[in-house]
C-alpha cells in the first residue's frame, strides 16, 4: 500500500526568508505521481506543484521548487521568498496507475510565515 | 469557471442523528470524490464516482454513510446514525478523469461536522 510521511507538524518562517517541507513515501509501483497541496483556512485544497517519477528534472512553479529523490522516496517541497499569503497547511499526496486517481495524503505540515 | 460548491459549510448535530452534504462539481467533470477529513490528519478517500457509477467505496463505512449521484452531476453524502468519530471536514472533488498525468482534482471549500 501507497503511504505518506510528513515528519514535521509544523513550521515557521520569517517573510521573505526560505523554508523547505519535508515528505517521504512508500511505494511498490513503477511510475506514480507525487503532488504537493496547499489549504488556507477557507479549507478548500489547491495544488502548488506537481511532479512526475519518471521526470529526473525537479518540478518548479514561480516560487515554490520541490527536490526529488527517487531512490530515497523523498519529496520536498522548497518555498522562496516567503510571503504571508503561504501561511497554511501544506499536503504531500501520491498517486499511481492503478488507485484509480484516489489521492493518498500525508498528515500535513503547518507552515507559518511571520512577518 | 465556476469552482467545486459545497454545502452547508458547518453543521452541528447531536450523535444519533442523520445529516447530509450537498456537492456540485465543475461543469463537465466526470470523477467526483468525496474525502474525510479529521482533524490533524490528511484527507482520507471515501467514495469515488464516475460520471453515476461507484468506483470505488471500499473505505466507506456503509453501516452508516451512503452516497448518489444521481444524473452524474450533483452528489450527497450522508450519515445515518452520526457517531462523535464522524466529526470532521468533508471535501468534494472532481476531475475531468481520474486524477493522473496533468488531470488535476479540483476541491471544494468542505463541511466542517461537528458531532456533539
Known amino acids: 500500500a501507497q503511504t505518506v510521511t510528513q515528519s514535521q507538524p509544523e513550521m515557521s518562517v520569517q517573510e521573505a526568508e526560505t523554508v523547505t517541507l519535508s515528505c517521504t513515501y512508500d511505494?511498490?509501483?513503477?511510475?506514480?505521481?507525487l503532488f504537493w497541496y496547499k489549504q488556507p483556512p477557507s479549507r478548500q485544497m489547491i495544488l502548488v506543484i506537481r511532479q512526475e517519477a519518471y521526470k529526473q528534472q525537479n518540478a518548479t512553479e514561480n516560487r515554490f521548487s520541490v527536490n526529488f529523490q527517487k531512490a530515497a522516496k523523498s519529496f520536498s517541497l522548497k518555498i522562496s521568498d516567503s510571503q504571508l499569503g503561504d501561511t497554511a497547511m501544506y499536503f504531500c499526496?501520491?498517486?499511481?496507475?492503478?488507485?484509480?486517481?484516489?489521492?493518498?495524503f500525508g498528515k500535513g505540515t503547518k507552515l507559518s510565515v511571520k512577518p | 469557471e465556476a469552482g467545486v460548491a459545497q454545502s452547508p459549510r458547518y453543521k452541528i448535530i447531536e450523535k444519533r442523528q442523520s445529516v447530509a452534504f450537498w456537492c456540485n462539481p465543475i461543469?463537465?467533470?466526470?470523477?467526483l470524490y468525496w474525502y474525510q477529513q479529521i482533524l490533524g490528519q490528511g484527507p482520507k478517500l471515501l467514495i469515488q464516482f464516475q460520471n453515476n457509477g461507484v468506483v470505488d467505496d471500499s473505505q466507506l463505512p456503509k453501516d452508516r454513510f451512503s452516497a448518489e449521484r444521481l444524473k452524474g452531476v450533483d452528489s450527497t453524502l450522508k450519515i445515518q446514525p452520526a457517531k462523535l468519530e464522524d466529526s470532521a471536514v468533508y471535501l468534494c472533488?472532481?476531475?475531468?478523469?481520474?486524477?493522473?498525468?496533468?488531470?488535476?482534482?479540483?476541491f471544494g471549500q468542505g463541511t466542517r461536522l461537528t458531532v456533539v
Open positions: 511505494t511498490s509501483e513503477s511510475n506514480y505521481y
Open positions: 472533488a472532481s476531475s475531468l478523469g481520474r486524477v493522473y498525468g496533468n488531470t488535476e482534482a479540483f
Open positions: 499526496a501520491t498517486v499511481y496507475g492503478g488507485s484509480q486517481g484516489n489521492l493518498i
Open positions: 461543469s463537465g467533470h466526470a470523477t
